[in-house]
């Protein structure tokens, strides 16, 4: 199973912006350490961590 990446919505360049961006009950995830998306938990569970995706910011951070 791959991921859909149009459905993680916008990517960012920069993880400074993405963890600014993102709402306390949101995560910041990357598979690539160059791109990152702003995702719930719920998301993130259902594939893309499966896939290699990380989380680099967690909720509330």
Same mark, same amino acid.
């Given at each position: 199973?791959?991921?859909?990446?149009?459905?993680?919505?916008?990517?960012?360049?920069?993880?400074?912006?993405?963890? @600014?961006?993102?709402?306390?009950?949101?995560? @910041?995830?990357?598979?690539?350490?160059?791109?990152?998306?702003i995702v719930t938990r719920d998301?993130?569970?259902? #594939?893309?961590?499966?896939? #290699?995706?990380?989380? @680099? @910011?967690?909720?509330?951070?």
């Amino acid at each position: 199973m791959s991921v859909d990446i149009s459905k993680l919505g916008m990517g960012y360049d920069n993880l400074e912006a993405a963890a @600014v961006d993102k709402s306390p009950s949101e995560v @910041v995830i990357t598979n690539n350490d160059e791109t990152y998306y702003i995702v719930t938990r719920d998301v993130y569970e259902d #594939g893309p961590q499966q896939n #290699g995706f990380k989380i @680099v @910011v967690n909720e509330g951070e």
